[in-house]
């Protein structure tokens, strides 16, 4: 870990750098990932499930001395996509829990630390989670939301849920927000996600998602960046890996930790100098000579004992 962001007071940091630290998580994009829970040892060193900010893993197992930092997170994008909950149990699913999210009757279950209750997403083709795109246009302050740190973790645009499909039915972790308290109501506005609703009517497996009162949505849609103990913001997520891919490549100054093995760009092959400069070069040998009857010899002093 840096030890300019470890040991410096605000102040000297602020005297370095001409920048805070907040402002600094701030004006860098930083993804920010959020913990789920603990995980098994490796080569005797603890590790811990998180949910990251994007990619086709849902979840993810980090050394705990990887850890950066906890912190704050901001959103930098708005979502499109979002899953009507239309139902939820106090009940615990059967074969579920708290920390473990489970199919049962056609809905994956996330437990909502604030509500003390299990909210049941639907989904649409089996195990895709029902989406669509209730708004065209919309703020944050609209909703109220919270944080969900254990979900069935989704794998692509189209919410694919990861793993579920045994006899378990408990498929990957992941995180997301519950979104509730709309100030506006939905509008649908005419797109390629809202094209299906217009035939929902037909269909009596779930009913229009305009009757939704609370919804849905995966935690990689917000895009959300780390923000450094900022008290604007919620808290909740990390930073991984912070001092290799982020902050030693970025600010003139900080010593970068040693990676292990760092590969170095080829150099072109009309370049003059050595492809391995550490390396030891052989002599260079003379051409042959253009005599044939005096074949080239690279030691004159050997003679041969065949006769």
């Known amino acids: 870990m840096p030890h300019h962001f470890k040991d410096m007071t605000d102040r000297q940091f602020f005297a370095s750098y001409n920048i805070t630290k907040e402002a600094w998580f701030e004006n860098e994009d930083i993804p920010a990932h959020v913990y789920i829970r603990k995980t098994t040892k490796k080569d005797g060193r603890t590790r811990s499930l998180i949910a990251p900010e994007r990619g086709r893993l849902s979840q993810m197992a980090v050394f705990n001395d990887e850890i950066f930092s906890t912190g704050s997170y901001e959103f930098t994008k708005l979502p499109e996509r979002w899953c009507p909950i239309y139902k939820s149990s106090q009940e615990v699913p ?157 600010i003139v100054g900080i010593k970068k930790l040693p990676r292990g093995r760092v590969t170095k760009p080829r150099q072109p092959y009309d370049s003059p100098e050595p492809r391995q400069p550490y390396a030891p070069q052989k002599q260079k040998q003379t051409p042959w000579g253009q005599n044939p009857t005096q074949p080239y010899n690279p030691n004159p002093y050997y003679t041969n004992p065949k006769p």
């Not at 694919?160 to 506006?184: E, I, W």
């Open 94 to 250: 059967e074969g579920g829990g708290e920390l473990k999210p489970v199919r049962h009757d056609e809905c994956y279950s996330a437990w909502s630390p604030q509500e003390e209750k299990y909210i049941l997403i639907p989904t649409r083709w089996e195990r895709n989670l029902m989406y669509c795109r209730p708004y065209g246009d919309f703020q944050y302050d609209d909703f109220e939301m919270e944080l969900l740190p254990a979900a069935p973790g989704v794998n692509g645009a189209n919410f694919k849920v990861n793993g579920g499909g045994g006899k378990s039915g408990r498929p990957k972790l992941g995180a997301g927000m519950r979104v509730y308290n709309a100030q506006n109501k939905p509008t649908f506005p005419d797109c390629h996600d809202n094209r299906y609703l217009k035939h929902n009517n037909n269909s009596t497996k779930w009913p229009h998602p305009q009757e939704a009162d609370e919804w849905y949505v995966p935690w990689g849609e917000f895009r959300p960046k780390f923000r450094y103990h900022d008290d604007k913001v919620n808290k909740g997520s990390i930073t991984i890996n912070f001092p290799i891919t982020g902050i030693g490549k970025i």
